[in-house]
């Protein structure tokens, strides 16, 4: 096979998931929604302090964005393994890292972008400084990416079991963390007006290294469970 | 690349040789032979929970076997990978039909997963006598309707080795002599189809090998 059509069933795989979560709008705009009302409710149950919400917004964001990227992640795999999609990626004339990384795209354009767009107007709803907004929004598009791509690696392996949702989190939750503890100190140091190229560097790092490894052991999981 | 190849019907294809399978600590079938040349159909037969599916799903290369090996033109296909599924095409127990999608969309997908045919979307549509439902969503569709949509890919890929799971199951007579006339002519143009059915199998005349699990 050529690099053309290799090109062109990435991107086609790439359309057809997100035309099909677009026909399925409303299953798909859970994550978006649950990241808002996780968001919005942290100040009611914190009360009037609003130097604590505002201390505490990096983190609030950053946890909420990881929930509700962990609570989509079932969605990349679990329909197509159940109507035997999965079954004929597998034995497509292309790579299964390139379609794995098609897929785990659109899920990332389809939940992990909308929370980066969204996320500022609920920075400036906790109070967050307006230096610190930048900040989280590039710590998002570094991030959201990292935790969709690893994320999948946990879905391929437990998508041929009945109920993988809490073996997921325990199997992605420690890779989060990092991932976590990186993006909200990032937007923290900048809100303080500190410089945060270093940080942003090792995102960006961490990014380019799932890219190119986390494909890898998706499409091996995505065999074993078929198998 | 294009073309199914034709070689010489005396040479094997696909030769599966001492095939072992072990399902929850119970063999499924040991010391399985068997070689396929081009233009032989083979149909697999034996009662329900046998291997039959599993039996397919190794040759396809989905599920790896205890010992044995499947080879393609003389190469294991573990070791052909990608290069091999560009041969084949599964139909499995699943539809593999994606039910958000039309009727086009998802023929245009097997296209562009597979090593797409010279046929256009309207002659598959013809041929499968979906003519019309272009822009209809799979999930309408009936059960029958869909298993045709899924046999499409049959027509949508130029495949030398069709690998089919109860092809037949949900259709009518007339789907039925659908895609026994296809698997004929495909036999005919030196193609190779490995199937299991409960009904009975009649390809206009074709001979048809038979393999019985136990």
């Not at chain 1, 990096?58 to 990349?76: H, K, T, Y």
């Not at chain 1, 999609?85 to 939940?111: D, I, R």
Request: include cysteine; proline fraction near 5%; charged fraction near 15%.
């Amino acid at each position: 096979m050529n690099r053309r059509s290799l090109t062109r069933a990435f991107l086609f795989l790439l359309k057809r998931d997100m035309l099909i979560s677009f026909r399925r709008r409303s299953e798909a705009i859970n994550p978006l929604l649950f990241f808002v009302i996780v968001v919005t409710l942290f100040p009611l149950g914190i009360g009037s302090d609003t130097k604590l919400i505002q201390a505490m917004a990096p983190g609030v964001l950053w946890v909420a964005a990881l929930l509700a990227s962990m609570l989509s992640l079932d969605s990349i795999f679990r329909s197509d393994f159940e109507d035997g999609s999965l079954e004929q990626l597998l034995l497509s004339a292309h790579p299964v890292t390139v379609l794995v990384l098609a897929k785990v795209t659109a899920h990332w354009l389809v939940t992990g972008l909308p929370l980066m767009l969204v996320a500022p107007l609920l920075a400036v709803l906790l109070g967050l400084p307006g230096q610190g907004l930048s900040a989280l929004m590039l710590t998002l598009l570094l991030g959201t990416p990292v935790l969709s791509l690893v994320g999948a690696i946990g879905v391929a392996l437990t998508v041929g079991l009945r109920r993988g949702g809490v073996i997921i989190s325990l199997l992605v939750l420690p890779l989060y963390t990092p991932v976590l503890i990186l993006g909200s100190s990032t937007v923290q140091f900048a809100a303080a007006g500190l410089p945060v190229n270093g940080q942003l560097s090792m995102l960006a790092a961490m990014l380019a290294l799932a890219l190119a490894l986390a494909p890898l052991p998706t499409a091996a999981a995505l065999r074993l469970s078929l198998s | 690349m294009n073309a199914p190849e034709r070689p010489g019907a005396s040479r094997s294809l696909l030769e599966v040789a001492g095939l072992h399978c072990v399902r929850d600590d119970k063999d499924l079938f040991t010391g399985l032979d068997f070689n396929l040349h081009a233009g032989q159909i083979l149909l697999v037969e034996g009662r329900n929970g046998c291997g039959k599916t599993t039996l397919l799903r190794i040759l396809c290369g989905i599920r790896a076997q205890e010992s044995g090996t499947v080879r393609w033109c003389g190469e294991p296909i573990e070791k052909l990978g990608a290069s091999y599924h560009q041969r084949i095409a599964y139909v499995g127990h699943h539809d593999g039909v994606k039910r958000e999608l039309t009727v086009l969309e998802n023929i245009r997908l097997a296209q562009a997963l597979g090593n797409p045919s010279e046929r256009s979307v309207g002659d598959i549509l013809e041929i499968i006598q979906l003519l019309g439902y272009d822009d209809v969503p799979a999930q309408v569709l009936s059960a029958g309707q869909r298993r045709r949509l899924a046999l499409s890919r049959l027509l949508a890929t130029n495949s030398v080795l069709w690998i089919l799971d109860e092809p037949f199951t949900s259709l009518d007579s007339r789907g039925i002599a659908i895609f026994a006339n296809l698997m004929a002519t495909h036999s005919a143009d030196g193609g190779l189809v490995v199937m299991t059915s409960h009904h009975p199998v009649d390809l206009n005349g074709v001979e048809i090998r038979r393999l019985r699990l136990f």
